[in-house]
């Protein structure tokens, strides 16, 4: 993973960059030693001060741990986890031979299933780290682009003033939000560190990229035009989908929409009303046949729910959808594909209705198999490439979307699940972009009584 952020920072359209003798000897310094120290779970284990120190702080997610690994250009030296909150010391990490400095990965904060004596126990140890780390020359803190400053960033931002240790906020995940609203949380999150007695008053915004080269961006209140579409002219793209309720097709075209940043248009089609039939003959639904969704972008259509992920992938610039790791994209695009022409009885039994929840009912043995498949293919991912995240691969993604529906109808028919299947579960229920499509099958006045009946009922 190499780091940059979206240009147009300062306000020309052009990045802002550092100088080539800094990026130089920033480049050489980290492709020599850097390698873990030690962890310290109290401040009787710190190593000696011998040297700077600079921290990064962050809430649980925030991509902590994948952000140092990403700058010393290291996929294995920051411990990432598939459980929250699971960096509960300090770790520190000794950069340079002769030593130079020491990066410090401090413990995550903010999440909210930790017991509270852990918490107590993250609480006391960072305060006194920062009060009482003379070597401690700068710190970090990370957040979340999609969230913007919370409490817990606030508080922890007030024990940076306290100790009187200099810091600068840096936004992860740029990428996954629309550049309207990156520069705005750009501008929200300048003011609240210029009101900060320790703070940098200037913001860095870093996103994901596979290109070998590593930029990083400085943004700059008030001059924010930021873009993230590779097509700034572009027709605006027209998806035709089926009711929000029952298309689970429709739910991934639409997500994959949604996850590409360009702006589209949603045109919902009510499915096997009296004028179904006649409507899907019409020039907009023929080339494919007349199902949903089919996505036109000017002459261009696409009218495959795998289909439409690959086109956007591409139309927005081939960074949004799938992991940048080689290997882990391999994975992902094969589960994907699975998804597309696999579990078919499941899919038959157990259709998608978002607006019902049914009581456990027995399974047939082709829906199990279907089932414990599904199961052991997220558990690879989550294990193999889940790190910091809440999502298959860590970040929400193409995988994400194709299993969407997967989820609902797991919810819907009550079906047991594994337990680390769960917070996935519920993380994907709970993104944005599902709740918006969940209201909106809610307020849906279509009814098709054949995928209203519970499964045993059919």
């Known amino acids: 993973m190499a780091l940059f952020a979206p240009p147009g920072f300062d306000g020309t359209g052009e990045d802002v960059s550092f100088e080539p003798d800094a990026l130089e000897a920033a480049r050489k310094l980290f492709a020599g030693p850097v390698t873990f120290l030690k962890s310290a779970p109290a401040l009787e284990h710190l190593p000696s001060p011998d040297a700077p120190e600079v921290a990064f702080a962050g809430r649980s997610n925030v991509g902590k741990s994948s952000l140092l690994n990403a700058l010393t250009n290291r996929n294995g030296l920051a411990r990432t986890s598939n459980t929250p909150g699971r960096t509960q010391e300090l770790n520190f990490f000794d950069v340079g031979e002769p030593l130079r400095f020491r990066l410090v990965d401090m413990p995550g904060y903010g999440f909210a299933e930790a017991p509270l004596a852990v918490v107590k126990k993250w609480r006391f140890l960072v305060n006194d780290f920062l009060r009482g780390r003379v070597v401690l ?32 906020l840096v936004l992860t995940k740029a990428d996954k939000v629309k550049a309207s609203e990156l520069a705005k949380v750009l501008t929200a999150t300048e003011a609240a560190a210029r009101k900060r007695t320790a703070a940098h008053p200037e913001v860095i915004a870093i996103v994901r990229r596979r290109s070998g080269h590593s930029r990083i961006a400085r943004g700059r209140a008030g001059g924010h035009r930021v873009s993230l579409s590779h097509r700034p002219d572009r027709n605006m793209l027209k998806l035709f989908i089926g009711n929000k309720t029952y298309s689970s097709w429709s739910l991934r075209g639409w997500l994959a929409c949604k996850q590409s940043g360009l702006p589209f248009e949603e045109v ?14 019409g020039a907009e639904f023929a080339p494919s046949s007349g199902k949903v969704p089919i996505l036109w972008d000017g002459e261009a259509v696409v009218w495959d729910s795998l289909a439409i992920v690959e086109y956007l992938n591409e139309a927005s610039g081939g960074e949004r959808f799938w992991p ?32 019902r929840i049914h009581p456990p009912a027995p399974l047939s043995e082709a829906v199990q198999a279907d089932v414990a498949r599904i199961m052991e293919i997220w558990a690879q991912a989550r294990a193999r490439f889940g790190g ?71």
């Open 137 to 168: 020359k700068r710190a970090f803190v990370l957040i979340d682009s999609r969230h913007g400053i919370k409490p817990v960033d606030d508080e922890i931002m007030t024990m940076l003033d306290g100790a009187a240790v200099s810091y600068r």
């Open 268 to 281: 919902v089609v009510p499915l096997y009303d009296e004028a179904w039939d006649k409507r899907r003959e």
């Open 324 to 355: 940048a790791d080689p290997v882990a994209r391999a994975m992902a695009r094969s589960m994907a594909a699975e998804m597309h022409s696999g579990y078919q009885a499941l899919r038959r039994e157990h259709s998608m209705n978002i607006r």
């Open 388 to 458: 910091e995240g809440d999502f298959l691969f860590g970040e929400f993604g193409a995988v994400d979307i194709m299993y969407a529906p997967v989820v609902t109808r797991l919810i819907t028919y009550s079906i047991p699940v594994a337990r680390f299947a769960v917070p996935y579960m519920q993380a994907v229920i709970q993104h944005p972009w599902m709740q918006d499509w969940i209201a909106g099958a809610q307020a849906e006045d279509w009814v098709i009584e054949k995928f209203e009946a519970p499964q045993e009922a059919r």
